[in-house]
């Protein structure tokens, strides 16, 4: 698969603020990446630089190859962008705005009629064409975003936030969308704060913070590494929970206990080997264990343990 979009070693300074720091990652063809970080992390600016509407102070962004800083007008062309919020145009009917994109992007009489039949029907927004603008709701506004997004047909999307403030039936009904782009072979790039939504979707991942790229790769890939560093752990044994959690608050590696549901609940640093040596501490000091569960680890687990929520 090629590489539709490569970031590399991203720098863009405010004044004194490093928003994104020596940033590097790619997406492929096919590929839908899931950018996920805390508020004020980078993920914006960094999707700013991509599409073109920034510069960065250091480093590149290609797409397809073309620089966005040598040639933006060429970027333009193959990807779109769907920022995280944008404005309604007063008197303007959705079929009425998305015409007038499709004729900014060059489209003309049959190619044009076409295109936004297409997009209209795939973004389910035929049967609305003939509504105001300023009268859509928030998912609809989104879905026309999308639809003006896709006018060109570009070969990489670039969307912030997509999701937020959509209700649940929207969604799915975006997510699909996303899917069904990614199946025609255009890789996506997608921010979001909402992350059991992004691992239903994303092929990878990058987590940003404060600027920095923590971790990247596929979703699995990322997981697997998360659970060498990192494990929750519900334990159950005869003895009292007091004597439990005093032993495994005196083991090695043992972040926290706290009780939970008749027995404890362990953050623990460490691989499956540390799991279990903790095993043995167990039956070793007579305790009994009865249940011991490993929480399988998900993105929002990745998440909370490679960003801190620091906010620069
Ligand atoms: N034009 C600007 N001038 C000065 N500082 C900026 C500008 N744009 C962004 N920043 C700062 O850069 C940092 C990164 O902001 P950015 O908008 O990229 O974060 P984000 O990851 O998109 O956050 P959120 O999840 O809240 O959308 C923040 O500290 C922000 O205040
Ligand atoms: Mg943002």
Redesign the pocket.
């Known amino acids: 698969m090629s590489v539709a979009l490569e970031v590399r070693g991203l720098t ?1 300074r ?2 004194k ?1 490093v ?2 720091d020596d940033a590097s990652f790619e997406i492929r063809r096919g590929e839908i990446l899931g950018f996920i ?12 630089v991509c599409a073109t509407l ?1 510069l960065p102070d250091e480093g590149d962004v290609l797409i397809d190859g073309v620089s966005v800083v040598l040639d933006p007008r060429g970027v333009r062309r193959r990807l779109g962008f769907m920022p ?1 919020s944008y404005g309604a145009y007063v008197h303007t009917t959705v079929a009425d705005y998305l015409d007038f994109f499709a004729r900014t992007y060059g489209l003309r009489g049959k190619d044009r009629a076409r295109m936004l039949a297409y997009v209209k029907d795939f973004t389910g927004l035929t049967p609305l064409e003939h509504k105001l603008m300023t009268s859509l709701s928030k998912g609809m506004k989104q879905r026309l975003c999308l639809a003006k997004t896709l006018l060109h047909d570009p070969a990489l999307l670039i969307l ?2 997509p999701a937020a403030g959509l209700d649940p039936h929207a969604r799915v009904e975006l997510r699909e969308l996303v899917k069904a782009l990614a199946g025609l072979g255009k890789a996506v790039m997608i ?1 979001s ?1 909402i992350l059991t939504e992004l691992s239903q979707i994303c092929t990878s991942v990058a987590v ?1 913070e404060a ?1 920095r790229i923590r971790a990247t790769g596929t979703v699995d890939d990322v997981i697997r590494r998360a659970r060498t560093q990192h494990q929750r752990v519900f334990v159950r044994s005869l003895a009292p929970i007091d004597a439990l959690l005093k032993l495994m608050l005196e083991t090695p590696g043992v972040e926290t206990a706290r009780p939970e549901r008749g027995g404890v609940v362990l953050e623990v640093a460490g691989a499956e080997d540390d799991l279990a040596r903790l095993v043995r501490r167990l039956v070793e000091a007579g305790m009994d264990p009865i249940e011991f569960s490993p929480k399988a680890t998900d993105l929002e687990d990745v998440f909370l343990s490679l960003t801190a929520g620091t ?2």
């Open positions: 863009r405010f004044g603020l928003a994104v970080g805390p508020n004020g992390a980078g993920k914006t600016t960094t999707m700013r920034d995280d912030d936030e921010s704060h940003i600027g906010v620069q």
